[in-house]
């Protein structure tokens, strides 16, 4: 197979989710006596080796809309495809999703714009978009403007979560990808990224208290904070902090989705969301080929990599 950074990064997301999902809700006291240190069966959704979650589902569906371009709406369709079962569930049925999301797309059932379907008060600021916001990366790789990035990620993440904190947690990722996608080395892309967005939040008016909840993330090193520090709840913040500190402190793929794991908690989406960054940064060939052997419709996922690189081009790493 020929592998490109969508194979790198899409397959990251997934193995890295594939080895929370025994392991959700599982406390980081539990984890330090009992680590995740390979892929595992059953567990706590009783799922097969290899089982991947929601967070890999939605990342499917977006990207394989985005292979037809941008159009919210074909987005929001597609999320109602799995939600009914009839695409990208890795057994046939949906086993695991969260509540902002199950409401959001049951009001994508009844007819409702997608852009207005996200919950958008403060408290629904689950990660329900962050998880699945990967694949807009190669969407917007050759775009400049930052505040056209900003809209389209608003508008993705508005599908399931429309709150301002969440889309920006999303657009604080995307940039990050972005850097990562340009080749430039992961903590040199970090700096990048402070100080390109402390000038975009300088030019735009948005609300301090909600910018301020960032400056751990944008105006500190995150890779500083202490692990005890660090926490690895559904709270989109969280997510964030945890994915990035994840990959700061760890120097391999699989050093980076194990740390993730174990950080306890919401496993399978923090792996998922470092996962994704941690195969862009060291490639495909950095994930271990025993954990890639183990997931659930490998085929299926390499020939949407494929459909989304011939749309979406990239040199080959």
């Given at each position: 197979?020929?592998?490109?950074?969508i194979h790198?990064?899409?397959?990251?997301?997934?193995?890295?989710?594939?080895?929370?999902?025994?392991?959700?809700?599982k406390?980081?006291?539990?984890?330090?006596?009992?680590?995740?240190?390979?892929?595992?069966?059953?567990?706590?959704?009783d799922?097969?080796?290899?089982?991947?979650?929601?967070?890999?589902s939605?990342?499917?569906?977006l990207?394989?809309s985005?292979?037809?371009?941008?159009?919210?709406d074909?987005?929001?369709q597609?999320f109602?495809?799995?939600?009914?079962a009839?695409?990208?569930?890795?057994h046939?049925?949906?086993?695991d999703?969260g509540?902002?999301?199950?409401?959001a797309?049951?009001?994508?059932k009844?007819?409702?714009d997608?852009?207005?379907?996200?919950?958008?008060s403060?408290?629904?600021?689950?990660?329900?978009s962050?998880?699945?916001i990967l694949?807009l990366?190669?969407?917007?790789?050759?775009?400049?403007d930052?505040?056209?990035?900003?809209?389209?990620?608003?508008?993705?993440?508005s599908?399931?979560?429309?709150h301002?904190?969440?889309a920006?947690a999303c657009?604080?990722?995307?940039?990050?990808?972005?850097?990562?996608?340009k080749?430039?080395?992961k903590?040199?892309?970090?700096?990048?990224i402070?100080i390109?967005?402390?000038?975009?939040?300088a030019?735009?008016?948005?609300?301090?208290?909600?910018?301020?909840?960032f400056?751990?993330?944008?105006?500190?090193?995150?890779?500083?904070?202490p692990?005890?520090?660090?926490?690895?709840?559904g709270?989109v913040?969280?997510?964030?902090?945890?994915s990035?500190?994840?990959?700061?402190?760890?120097?391999?793929?699989?050093?980076?989705?194990?740390?993730?794991?174990?950080?306890?908690?919401?496993?399978?989406?923090t792996?998922a969301?470092?996962g994704?960054?941690a195969g862009?940064?060291?490639?495909?060939e950095?994930?271990?080929?025993?954990?890639?052997s183990?997931?659930?419709?490998?085929?299926e996922i390499?020939e949407?990599?494929?459909?989304?690189?011939?749309?979406?081009?990239k040199?080959?790493?």
């Amino acid at each position: 197979m020929k592998t490109t950074v969508i194979h790198s990064s899409i397959f990251g997301l997934v193995v890295g989710d594939a080895l929370g999902v025994p392991v959700e809700f599982k406390k980081r006291e539990f984890l330090k006596r009992f680590p995740v240190k390979d892929m595992q069966a059953y567990g706590v959704h009783d799922q097969p080796l290899g089982t991947w979650s929601d967070d890999s589902s939605l990342t499917f569906c977006l990207a394989e809309s985005l292979c037809s371009g941008y159009n919210l709406d074909n987005i929001a369709q597609k999320f109602l495809q799995w939600f009914n079962a009839e695409i990208w569930t890795p057994h046939g049925k949906v086993f695991d999703i969260g509540i902002a999301t199950d409401e959001a797309i049951k009001m994508i059932k009844h007819g409702a714009d997608p852009i207005l379907c996200g919950g958008a008060s403060e408290m629904d600021n689950g990660n329900g978009s962050l998880m699945r916001i990967l694949p807009l990366l190669f969407y917007l790789q050759d775009e400049k403007d930052l505040k056209v990035i900003f809209n389209r990620v608003k508008e993705v993440s508005s599908i399931t979560h429309a709150h301002f904190r969440s889309a920006f947690a999303c657009f604080i990722y995307v940039v990050y990808g972005l850097e990562l996608l340009k080749g430039i080395d992961k903590r040199e892309a970090y700096f990048n990224i402070q100080i390109k967005l402390k000038k975009f939040i300088a030019e735009n008016d948005f609300e301090q208290k909600e910018i301020d909840l960032f400056k751990r993330v944008l105006m500190n090193d995150i890779s500083t904070v202490p692990e005890n520090e660090i926490y690895s709840s559904g709270y989109v913040l969280h997510s964030l902090e945890a994915s990035l500190w994840c990959i700061l402190t760890t120097g391999t793929y699989q050093d980076a989705v194990l740390k993730a794991v174990n950080l306890g908690d919401d496993t399978d989406t923090t792996g998922a969301i470092t996962g994704g960054l941690a195969g862009l940064i060291y490639g495909f060939e950095s994930i271990p080929e025993k954990w890639l052997s183990t997931i659930v419709k490998k085929n299926e996922i390499e020939e949407l990599c494929e459909k989304m690189n011939d749309v979406y081009e990239k040199a080959e790493i």
